[in-house]
């Protein structure tokens, strides 16, 4: 890990020397990439451990295959250092290489952004996005020991693990529990409101009431994208919590109207699931008492229209600021600073850095304070 640090540092202090060169793929892959690579634990040197040019079914060819045992388990596709791997034929075309070949994992990489895709799971190209990296501190503010930390989950003895098997195995599945159980709470059965009811105990509760309960327990988290995809249950008005888009916390109007699919778009499901965790968290504080706000950059919570959490949606994971006093907190976690004294977006002077559940959890004390200290 410490050599991964290193590289990473090396190359986040000579970016804008690079880019100043406009590198190629090829160039791209002998300063940037290979280095990473090593630093991850594969031998770019030894093709059986890493086999460059890998062939394709088509006649063509893959950057990296990167191996354990002599099997090819990850493939690497690289672009030019400048490319911002938008293009969804690049995306389709990597992914259907690996599909063919039976490989689980494949990755889409820039050199400092890096996308890392489940080739198994039975949806769009796109939509295999596990998770992403960005490197370049202009966009990324996460401390590098965090950066490091995810691209490990590619590194050669995390692959030999399975560790990014397991991981995407959560995070895949709990994402489509909770598309069928947004579509099973839409229009709840009548099975399911018996079986509401029985476990209440009170018989004489109706269906219709029980549906009404169903939609305003469901509606406290969880995340609607435009276009027919759902990340998890509907916050909305329909249960009472209101979704003031492009108005401030005094009923100033902003200069444009966002909304959730603004912040939310493009983004992996990895980050999407820590929203839905955070949502659900800030939501459940007073239900159908919080006011969530879609800003350019941030989607605020808001109780007693005072802002109490911001959230900023990226790649790796989530920046959350809180009204709380660093200097204040007893024993801190590690994901956490003061930005009293530092430029940022969300309200509060304590930033959380989330890039995983258990910091989630961790957090949730946190969000607790925030709210009684706005409330």
Same mark, same amino acid.
């Given at each position: 890990?410490?050599?991964?640090v290193?590289?990473?540092?090396d190359?986040?202090?000579?970016?804008?020397?690079?880019?100043?060169?406009s590198?190629?793929?090829?160039?791209?892959?002998?300063?940037v990439?290979d280095p990473?690579?090593?630093?991850?634990?594969?031998?770019?040197?030894?093709?059986?451990?890493?086999?460059?040019?890998?062939?394709?079914?088509?006649?063509r060819?893959?950057? &990296?295959?990167?191996?354990l045992?002599g099997k090819?388990?990850?493939?690497?596709?690289?672009?030019?250092?400048?490319?911002?791997l938008?293009?969804?034929?690049?995306v389709?075309?990597?992914?259907?290489?690996?599909?063919?070949?039976?490989?689980?994992w494949?990755?889409? =990489?820039?050199? !400092?952004?890096?996308?890392?895709?489940?080739v198994?799971?039975?949806?769009?190209?796109?939509?295999?996005?596990m998770?992403?990296v960005?490197?370049?501190p202009?966009?990324?503010?996460?401390?590098?020991?965090? /950066?490091?930390k995810?691209?490990?989950?590619?590194? +050669?003895?995390?692959?030999?693990?399975?560790t990014l098997?397991s991981l995407?195995?959560?995070?895949?599945?709990d994402g489509?529990? +909770?598309?069928? /159980?947004g579509a !099973?709470m839409?229009?709840?059965?009548?099975?399911?409101?018996? /079986?509401?009811r029985?476990?209440i105990?009170?018989?004489?509760?109706?269906?219709?009431?029980?549906?009404?309960s169903?939609?305003r327990?469901w509606?406290q988290?969880?995340?609607?994208?435009?276009?027919?995809? &759902? +990340?998890?249950?509907v916050?909305? =008005?329909?249960?009472? =919590? =209101?979704i003031?888009?492009?108005?401030g916390p005094?009923?100033?109007?902003?200069?444009?109207?966002?909304?959730?699919?603004?912040?939310?778009?493009?983004k992996?499901?990895?980050?999407?699931?820590?929203?839905?965790?955070?949502?659900?968290t800030?939501?459940?504080?007073?239900?159908?008492g !919080?006011q969530?706000?879609?800003?350019?950059?941030?989607?605020? &919570?808001?109780?007693?229209?005072?802002t109490?959490?911001?959230?900023?949606?990226?790649q790796?994971?989530?920046r959350?600021?809180?009204?709380?006093?660093?200097?204040r907190?007893?024993?801190?976690?590690?994901f956490t600073?003061?930005?009293?004294?530092i430029?940022?977006?969300?309200g509060?002077?304590?930033?959380?850095?989330?890039?995983?559940?258990?910091?989630?959890?961790?957090?949730q004390?946190?969000?607790?304070?925030?709210f009684?200290?706005r409330?």
């Open positions: 890990m410490d050599k991964l290193k590289a990473i540092e190359i986040r202090g000579r970016l804008d020397g690079l880019r100043r060169h590198l190629k793929e090829t160039p791209t892959r002998t300063i990439i990473l690579l090593q630093a991850l634990g594969w031998d770019v040197r030894d093709p059986d451990e890493v086999q460059l040019e890998y062939p394709t079914v088509d006649g060819s893959v950057d &990296y295959a990167l191996k045992n090819p388990v990850l493939l690497v596709e690289a672009k030019g250092l400048e490319d911002p938008r293009d969804v034929k690049d389709t075309q990597v992914v259907g290489y690996a599909a063919n070949d039976g490989i689980a494949c990755i889409l =990489t820039s050199g !400092i952004i890096w996308k890392v895709y489940s198994k799971e039975t949806c769009q190209a796109p939509d295999k996005l998770f992403e960005d490197l370049d202009a966009r990324e503010v996460m401390p590098i020991p965090e /950066l490091a995810l691209i490990w989950r590619f590194s +050669r003895e995390e692959m030999a693990k399975g098997d995407g195995e959560k995070v895949f599945t489509k529990v +909770r598309k069928a /159980l !099973i839409s229009d709840p059965p009548r099975a399911l409101l018996n /079986l509401v029985n476990a105990g009170d018989s004489s509760m109706s269906p219709q009431r029980i549906r009404e169903l939609g327990v509606g988290g969880g995340v609607r994208v435009a276009g027919g995809g &759902y +990340r998890g249950p916050s909305g =008005t329909k249960d009472g =919590t =209101t003031n888009r492009g108005r005094r009923g100033k109007k902003a200069k444009m109207d966002y909304g959730e699919e603004h912040h939310v778009s493009d992996s499901k990895e980050a999407l699931e820590l929203y839905a965790a955070v949502d659900r800030c939501l459940s504080l007073k239900p159908g !919080i969530k706000r879609f800003l350019a950059k941030t989607i605020n &919570y808001d109780v007693n229209a005072r109490f959490c911001s959230v900023h949606l990226q790796g994971g989530l959350v600021w809180l009204w709380l006093k660093y200097s907190l007893v024993a801190p976690p590690p600073r003061d930005v009293s004294n430029g940022h977006w969300g509060g002077d304590l930033e959380l850095g989330v890039n995983n559940l258990s910091q989630v959890e961790a957090a004390e946190l969000i607790r304070q925030s009684h200290a409330e």
